[in-house]
């Protein structure tokens, strides 16, 4: 049976304005991340999307805009995490080396970039594995989302994604142990609007 997962980017944090590297480490919505929450929970009322299961990163800026994208309960994971960044946790994103990381982190305490993506496929598989979560919201982070859809990228129907924002919603469908994208959503929040990729 085809189920649905909607994988979505935690709201703008203090850190994204302040532009540092952010993973295991946390900060805050900013009043900007909370109206980007409500506006990508206005996609979800919109469109007469009813859950059957929430999941969330254990961090807070998950779990808040989890929150203010629906008043269901929800389990927090921390498979849903952002990668550990190790001792670059908190620092300035100019230090970042150019992409892909592959292990640089894991040189400094943090996660090879395959233990990262592993970790977050097995979270995502054993979530709609389970019974009665035939439509499931699962809120992360910018890199575990690009990650985890570059995984899939080999059944994706709408191709690669690129410019994950904050509260951008992945539409994947599971069926048979696999993850096919069918839809990418992003927000016009001067408009509160919503700019689909579908094919």
Known sequence: MKKTMYLMRHGQTLFNQRKKIQGFCDAPLTELGIKQAKIAGSYFKENNIIFDKAYSSTS??????????TTKEYTRLKGLKEWNFGTFEGESEDLNPPLPYGDFFATFGGEREVTFRERLVETMESIMM??????????SHGAACAQFARYWEKTSRIGKVTGLKNCCILKFEYENGQFTLVNFINHDFAKGTHIESTR
């Not at 800026?61 to 994208?69: G, I, N, P, S």
């Not at 389970?130 to 809120?139: C, E, F, K, R, T």
Request: proline share 0%.
């Open 130 to 139: 389970q019974d009665n979560h035939d439509s499931v919201l699962a809120v």
């Open 60 to 69: 807070e800026r998950a779990c808040d805009t989890l929150e203010l994208v």
